[in-house]
């Protein structure tokens, strides 16, 4: 994983200043790219976990086209207009208003960069020969233990040019940049 320089400036000066002692930074990717506020947290542990829902049974559009795409309320409702635990009120409350659920966004590339979900679900479950949701976690970490999904690596190009290579995949520029 590469670092931003930022943090390994910050890291090497750490060093410097107690004597060599790398001293445990956690959650240092939360430090450059927070946690959004979303408008509840979504209990990813609950349902991928859990439940062991596939991610592709809610995130439809993953294996087929450019973006995994959120689930409309009215996909959540398929399952929680029968089963209705307190955490689930604020769906069934957008539900009942016809009201959509405004998520922001937490995994985020440049918008010069072009990205498709559907040949990476589709070469890596074949290549790994694993179901979609151990492919979703080679870039979105284990999905199914967090509590609100935060991003764990840096998808920066240098991450994915590295990611490419080791699997023997286009590093031409007009893959990404088109």
Not at 74 to 98: D, L, N, R, T
Request: glycine share 4%; hydrophobic share 45%; proline share 7%.
């Amino acid at each position: 994983m590469r670092l931003p320089l930022i943090i390994v400036s910050a890291a090497l000066v750490l060093a410097v200043v107690t004597g060599g002692a790398i001293l445990a930074v956690p959650r240092v990717l939360a430090l450059v790219y927070p946690v959004p506020e979303q408008p509840f947290t979504f209990p990813h542990n609950i349902h991928a976990g859990v439940a062991q829902l596939d991610c592709q049974f809610c995130h439809r559009n993953v294996a087929e086209g450019e973006a995994a795409t959120v689930p409309a309320v009215e996909q959540c409702m398929f399952c929680h207009s029968v089963i209705q635990p307190s955490g689930a009120a604020p769906v069934i409350e957008a539900a009942a208003k016809g009201e959509p659920i405004t998520w922001v966004r937490v995994h985020r590339l440049p918008d010069h960069v072009h990205f498709w979900h559907e040949p990476h679900i589709r070469v890596l479950s074949e290549r790994m020969n694993v179901a979609s949701s151990e492919v979703c976690s080679t870039c979105h970490g284990e999905v199914k233990t967090m509590r609100q999904v935060e991003q764990v690596r840096t998808l920066k190009m240098g991450d994915c040019v590295d990611c490419h290579r080791a699997n023997n995949a286009p590093t031409d520029c007009a893959v990404c940049h088109f």
